[in-house]
């Protein structure tokens, strides 16, 4: 099982990023996916999450009308689109699937939001 993020980097205040979660090694189709961020210094956190299907999603109340979480089974991919960016989203984000007894989590990708 191997869960692949992308698209980090960095972006002034206001600005929008797309993140990718590309998962192999298990049926991609059959598990919801949640995004988690962990900022220096603080306890990773979640961020949403998305059904197998990707017909429902849920999200913590800071991600709320600006983030948004989607997928594309066909291409074994969850994104996770952010929108007006503040410092205070800078971590580094994590997806994480609940394959098999303990789940597994990428590497990580990092979100620098500074003017």
């Known amino acids: 099982v191997q869960l692949v993020e992308s698209g980090g980097g960095l972006v002034q205040p206001g600005g929008s990023l797309k993140l990718s979660c590309a998962g192999s090694g298990f049926t991609f189709s059959n598990y919801a996916i949640s995004w988690h961020r962990q900022a220096p210094g603080k306890e990773r956190e979640a961020v949403g999450t998305?059904?197998?299907?990707?017909?429902?999603?849920n999200y913590e109340e800071f991600a709320k009308g600006r983030f948004a979480i989607s997928r594309d089974n066909a291409k074994k991919t969850v994104y996770l689109q952010m929108t007006n960016l503040k410092p205070e989203d800078t971590a580094v984000y994590y997806c994480?699937?609940?394959?098999?007894?303990?789940?597994?989590w990428g590497q990580g990708t990092q979100v620098t939001v500074s003017p």
């Open positions: 998305i059904t197998a299907s990707g017909t429902r999603t």
């Open positions: 994480y699937a609940p394959v098999g007894i303990r789940g597994y």
